[in-house]
């Protein structure tokens, strides 16, 4: 059966250190993958989406990357954060043809 | 501007009560879907309607897919406190940029109290 792993689940980082966030999907090939960020009150908002290894498509600008080593593996980056970095942070991923997304269980990202 | 508004933002029922809430939007969608997410956890998919029309029931959940493909809504019938939980529409877009990029509601977040 196909699963998604999201780490940490947790996370409280200094204003101005890096970020690195991990996702791995199992018992599939070649998915879509997706980081959303949602903050209350304001739904979840798409930060990348990736069709391929070393494919990133960025939906709006921001102190954010991401990339893309292995079929499987998302991995969402920051080389300094942000005070408005904080957030829930969401992978998910989709089969080609198939609509529905499997979100992890997310990342609660305090940035102090 | 939001593409996909959903109402009310708040709900909170008695047990037993039945309730609807509601995705609308100006846009034609290829395909929309709901979600339920308790805090702290992924957002889990209850359902994907693709038809003008389309009604599909699961369990005490009722989704319809409006007509023009503009709008949707979520039916539950004899609301349990498990049914607890912030209810998620998204949509594809007919003419987005990528075909796999979900637009997300805010969400309603519903209560069910014992």
């Known amino acids: 059966s196909q699963t998604i792993h999201q780490w940490p689940a947790t996370l409280v980082q200094p204003v101005g250190s890096p970020l690195s966030l991990e996702c791995t999907v199992e018992?599939?090939?070649?998915?879509?993958l997706y980081w959303y960020r949602q903050a209350a009150g304001r739904g979840l908002q798409l930060l990348f989406y990736?069709?391929?290894?070393?494919?990133i498509s960025s939906e709006v600008p921001q102190n954010l990357s991401a990339s893309r080593p292995q079929d499987r593996q998302f991995i969402l980056s920051s080389k300094k954060l942000l005070l408005s970095d904080s957030g829930f942070y969401l992978c998910a991923w989709n089969g080609r043809g198939f609509y529905g997304y499997t979100f992890g269980s997310g990342t609660r990202l305090t940035v102090v | 501007t939001q593409l996909l508004e959903q109402s009310p933002q708040f709900l909170s029922i008695q047990e037993g009560e039945n309730l609807t809430v509601y995705c609308n939007s100006s846009?034609?969608?290829?395909?929309l879907q709901w979600y339920r997410q308790e805090p702290g956890e992924g957002p889990v998919l209850l359902v994907t309607?693709?038809?003008?029309?389309e009604v599909k029931k699961l369990k005490r959940l009722t989704f319809q897919f409006g007509d023009a493909r503009k709008d949707s809504s979520l039916h539950i019938t004899a609301a349990q406190p498990g049914d607890t939980g912030l209810y998620l529409c998204a949509g594809i877009l007919t003419s987005g940029a990528g075909s796999y990029q979900l637009t997300f509601g805010k969400g309603t977040k519903l209560s069910v109290i014992p």
């Open positions: 846009s034609v969608f290829s395909s």
């Open positions: 018992g599939t090939s070649n998915p879509n």
């Open positions: 990736s069709v391929g290894i070393g494919q």
């Open positions: 309607v693709v038809t003008g029309g």
